[in-house]
Every structure is written in C-alpha cells, then in structure tokens.
C-alpha cells in the first residue's frame, strides 16, 4: 500500500516481436547485443525522459524483472559449455544495472538506481519502491520500469526453480523467445504538474463465481503469471484514458492485492493533452 498519494508525469511502452500491434523494430544500443532487454527498457526510459525532462541530480531509477536478460545468459552459457572464447560484452549485459548505467550517462542521471527482482506484482513494488525513495527532500522524480523477455528454456527453469521444484506449474511468458516488452512511468510528488494522480484504495476481491479475466466496473483486471509486466501495461494504458477522458478510474492488479485509483487534475490533463497535440503536430 501507498503511504501517499504519487503524480504520474508521463508514461511509455515499448514492445518488440511480440506479433501485437505496436511493436517497434529493436532500437540500435551502442555495446549491447542480440538481446532485447536493454534497447527497449533504454527506449521506454527515454520516451518518458524526452516528454518530461529533469533534472538528472534529483532523479531515481527503479527497474524490476523477474529473470533479467535471459536472452544475454542463455547465449553466453551456450558459448561457454561449447568450448568458445569468453565475450566479456555478454557478461556486462546480462546485469540488469548496466542499462541504468548507460541510461544515466545519457541523460545525466545521479539520483539512486535500484533492480529488482519479484515474482509479486511489479506495479505494486515499483510504486513502492517509488513513494519511499520520494521521502528523499532532494529526489523530485523518480523513473520506474519493467522489462519482461520472451520464454525460453532458461525462462521456464527458472520458473520450475521459484516454484520450488514441488510439481507447481508456473507460467512462462507466451511471447516467442526473442520477443521483449518494457514499460517505464515517470513519478513524483502531487502537484501543478503531474496531471493525473495515483493512490492506494481497497483491496479487491473477487467474486468467487466471477470470470477472473473479465474487467471490473470500475477498470480492468491485471492477470497473468507472478511477475509479469502486464499490470505496468494496464496502468499506463489507464493513465492515458485519464488523461483523454478525465474523471477518476480503478487499476486492480490482481485478485486479493492491492487496488490502485488514478485520478486526473482537470486543468493539468488539459494542458497536458494540449501539449501532446501540439508537439504532434509540430
């Protein structure tokens, strides 16, 4: 649960062979190959950032995924176990913290940066992690994302092993292997200029006769398998229906977990959507 109230600045998602509408061609990221985990989290990062520049002094980083750079390990386990030269590129990659690393350098980044690791629901853990690093007087912004890869069989042993090998299935993502996903939002303190708000409310619980996938009456149901990214989708895609449409709408991440209500600052999504179409139309 939220301790406060949290303003998003702005949000952005990046897919890439996913076969849904949307995808993107894999951005070019100067030392990082083969794997689409951090050209699309640097891509998301960098659609937010782009929107809403900052200070980089008094901006945090948070970035979960469950399993990392899977694509990265796989290739570099594979060239080990076959005999071949180590490619200390591969080695660098696969951590998670090394696009945060690229991403501060480009854009002047020196607040905290943070990877997490959750099988529990990320937008929950981010938001979080969000409204705790903000109790900081010198951090004004804080960047979160999430970057989910497609199954492989790395992914899928991974999964077997966080179950804790007792038979449980777990889910692996139902993307092809060399697909990848990533969502970032922009968040700071309530204000003048965060145009929609996110809090807290009661937790949800579903209807025991309930369709566990249908949409509640207030917003949608975020399901799929712990720790997938999909909630991040979901709330980014309610952050722009509050901004469109105003008024307030409910995010449920999952049954019996945390709800959360985005509610949009009239005169701010105004001058937001203004803004969004003029820089469309420039």
């Keep these: 649960m939220l301790r406060s109230s949290l303003g998003i600045l702005t949000t952005a998602t990046a897919t890439h062979g996913t076969g849904r509408g949307g995808d ?14 951090s050209p699309l989290a ?57 696009v945060l690393g690229y991403l501060s350098r480009e854009f002047g980044i020196t607040g905290q940066m943070f990877s997490l690791s959750t099988l529990d629901d990320p937008v929950t853990e981010l938001l979080s992690m969000a409204d705790l690093l903000l109790e900081d007087p010198e951090v004004d912004r804080v960047l979160v994302m999430g970057v989910e890869l497609g199954g492989s069989e790395r992914l899928a042993a991974v999964y077997e092993e966080l179950a804790g090998g007792n038979g449980r299935a777990v889910p ?33 619980i579903p209807d025991a006769n309930a369709d566990a996938s249908a949409e509640t009456d207030t917003g949608p149901v975020a ?56 820089h469309a139309h420039l």
């Design 24 to 37: 993107i061609p894999l951005p070019r990221l100067p030392g990082f190959v083969e794997s689409a985990f």
């Design 42 to 98: 640097y891509e998301a990062a960098r659609l937010c950032l782009a929107e809403r520049p900052g200070d980089g002094s008094r901006t945090a980083v948070a970035l979960a995924s469950t399993a990392g750079d899977t694509t990265t390990a796989d290739l570099a386990s594979r060239r080990m176990v076959s005999g071949r030269v180590h490619n200390p590129l591969l080695f660098m990659q696969a951590t998670p913290n090394s």
């Design 172 to 204: 692996v993502a139902a993307l092809p292997a060399s697909a990848g996903l990533a969502v970032a939002l922009l968040l700071g303190r309530p204000g003048a200029d965060t145009p929609v708000t996110i809090r807290s409310t009661e937790m949800y």
């Design 223 to 278: 399901t799929g398998r712990p720790g997938d990214i999909q909630g991040l989708f979901e709330l980014a895609g309610v952050h722009r229906r509050v901004l469109r449409e105003g008024g307030s709408h409910l995010l449920v991440t999952g049954s019996r977990a945390p709800a959360f209500l985005l509610t949009a600052d009239t005169e701010a999504t105004t001058d937001a959507r203004n803004g969004t179409e003029t």
